[in-house]
């Protein structure tokens, strides 16, 4: 368990499933992201036991409520989706609850995620991608120490439209400098 001055990022539990089909069926979440809104508590239990049950997959819980109100996590390997993306590097995730927005609650996580993947999981490059319009998300990468890197376009979302995709880094150098 992790632990910031708001926040508990932990993994996910089954229990969690009404809490998460309660902000992840907000269609202002997902399809910006790229995936559909949750349809049922049911869709959101099956998301907890696949997808959200990869490893640095964390729910983002207040520590005021222990209520999880959003999800944040490390992917590697098969879940990049660049091809710029090399070995001992990895992928920043996020989104929360539209009832938790502009607290700079993400930018937390975010910020404890990046100590993990550069202080404890010894990564050379973290990564960030975010779909062109997502100013919200751009926002929370230039907050957190990343910078541009590259924009691929035409890209097939999960959703199965095209879209332009940003992409910004944050290397190990870079962190240590911010850190100072
Ligand atoms: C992107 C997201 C995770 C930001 O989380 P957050 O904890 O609200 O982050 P912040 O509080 O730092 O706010 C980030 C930006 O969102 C915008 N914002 C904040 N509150 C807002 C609100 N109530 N309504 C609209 N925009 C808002 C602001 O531009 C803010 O930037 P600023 O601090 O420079 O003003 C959240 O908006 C979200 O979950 N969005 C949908 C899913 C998503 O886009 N995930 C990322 C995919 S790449």
New binding site residues.
């Given amino acids: 368990m992790i632990t910031t001055e708001r926040l508990i990022l932990r993994p996910w539990k089954e229990s969690d499933a009404e809490s998460l089909y309660k902000y992840a069926k907000d269609p ?2 997902g399809p ?2 790229g995936w559909p809104p949750h349809v049922s508590i049911e869709n959101s239990l099956e998301i907890i036991r696949t997808v959200f049950a990869a490893p640095e997959t964390y729910a983002v819980v207040l520590k005021a409520t222990g209520e999880p109100v ?1 999800s944040a996590g490390i992917m590697f390997g098969d879940g990049l989706h660049s091809a710029e993306m090399a070995c001992g590097e990895a992928e920043i ?4 609850g539209v009832p ?8 937390e996580a975010v910020r404890r995620l990046l100590q993990r993947c550069f202080e404890e999981l010894g990564l050379s490059a973290v990564w960030c ?2 779909y062109e319009g ?4 751009r ?2 990468m230039e ?1 957190c120490g990343f910078r541009y890197h590259h924009t691929e376009k035409d890209k097939l979302s999960p959703l199965g439209d095209r879209r332009t995709e940003h992409f910004m880094r944050l290397t190990q150098e870079e962190y240590s400098l911010l850190s100072k």
Wanted: charged share 10%; net charge positive.
């Fill in positions: 202002a979440i910006v992201a959003g995730g996020y989104w929360i938790y927005w502009g607290q700079g609650l993400i930018p991608g975010y997502n100013t919200k998300s926002r929370v907050k």
